[in-house]
Antibody
């Protein structure tokens, strides 16, 4: 059974940093690209970043230069290092497994809440 | 940037009725790269439909997808109580890599 478990969320002041983790199990983690998708309170879904199985990374313009996605294929864990956090980064952050060329996201974690506030 | 616009914003229907949700893209989207998700309060999104019309594993056949180019539709025939939720369309492959529609809330009338 595929499981994705996010952790690391919490309250942080504007300008601060936070690192999110997503522990994966039930599939060969190294074979799949993984994404972070966020959802601000009461709002829709926003794609944040992807880590390809081959090491490539891409970011939404809203987080480029501030967030860094990485992965440890030995620990089956995806990370999101978030720096220079702003109030509009407040959201639930989900990790999601990418299926392949068609791009859909077939499994999602339960999410971790990041609140940026003074 | 490809913008996805979903309509209506809110759809009020009764159990047993048929729901038709629309997703319109600002430019043509390959049908291969269009998906639909369902999200219930406090839960993560769940994949319903991929490649415009293929049902994900375990999704009942009352859910169906169709469309091409810039106009896509999710149809739910014979609404069940558990179907009342928010639905998002999503495209892959543009810039940014993924975009989502703003969502349609399906509520009980």
């Amino acid at each position: 059974e595929v499981q994705l478990v996010e952790s690391g969320g919490g309250l942080v002041q504007p300008g601060g940093s936070l690192r999110l983790s997503c522990a994966a199990s039930g599939f060969t983690f190294s074979d799949y690209a993984m994404n972070w998708v966020r959802q601000a309170p009461g709002k829709g879904l926003e794609w944040v970043s992807i880590s390809g199985s081959g090491g490539s990374t891409f970011y939404a313009d809203s987080v480029k230069g501030r967030f860094t996605i990485s992965r440890d294929n030995y620990k089956n864990t995806l990370y999101l290092q978030m720096n220079s956090l702003r109030a509009d980064d407040t959201a639930v952050y989900y990790c999601a497994k990418w299926v392949g060329a068609t791009g859909y996201l077939d499994y999602w974690g339960q999410g971790t809440l990041v609140t940026v506030s003074s | 940037e490809i913008v996805l616009t979903q309509s209506p914003g809110t759809l009020s229907l009764s159990p047993g009725e048929r729901a038709t949700l629309s997703c319109r893209a600002s430019q043509s989207v390959s049908s291969t790269f269009l998906a639909w998700y369902q999200q219930k309060p406090g839960q993560a999104p769940r994949l319903l439909i991929y490649s415009t019309s293929s049902r994900a594993t375990g999704i009942p056949d009352r859910f169906s997808g169709s469309g091409s180019g810039t106009d896509f539709t999710l149809t739910i025939s014979g609404l069940e109580p558990e179907d009342f939720a928010v639905y998002y369309c999503q495209q892959y492959g543009g810039s940014p890599l993924y975009t989502f529609g703003q969502g349609t809330k399906l509520e009980i009338k």
